[in-house]
């Protein structure tokens, strides 16, 4: 059973940068696919990227490959989400998951494991 917990969430203005963090632990973190997911009010729960246990795999999606940057540590059972440019439609609780395997896939049904979420409010 893998335990996901989401922070570095915050309020910030338009144009600014955050950092989220997603520490994992009761699972072999190193072996599973790891994402970030978010969701808006009133809205679907949205894929943003996925990143292998290992050799760099990634996937975006179009909507943030330009601006967000998906890592991992692999020592430390942490994930990171390095969000810049941020636009008041980024607004958002940003979720971090995990399956095991190693296709990056985008569905949220894919996903067995998932973080409470932190909240990013960016403001215009």
């Known amino acids: 059973q893998v335990h996901l917990v989401e922070s570095g969430g915050g309020w910030v203005q338009a144009g600014a940068s955050l950092r989220l963090s997603c520490a994992a632990s009761g699972g072999t973190f190193s072996y599973s696919v790891m994402a970030w997911f978010r969701q808006a009010p009133g809205k679907e729960r949205e894929f943003l990227v996925a990143?292998?246990?290992?050799?760099?795999?990634?996937y975006y999606s179009d909507s943030v490959k330009a601006r967000f940057t998906i890592s991992r540590d692999n020592d430390k059972n942490t994930m990171y989400l390095q969000m810049n440019s941020l636009k008041p439609e980024d607004t958002a609780v940003y979720y971090c998951a995990a399956r095991s395997g190693s296709l990056l896939r985008t569905r949220v049904e894919d996903y067995a494991y998932w973080g409470q979420g932190t909240q990013v409010t960016v403001s215009s």
């Open positions: 990143t292998a246990s290992s050799g760099g795999r990634t």
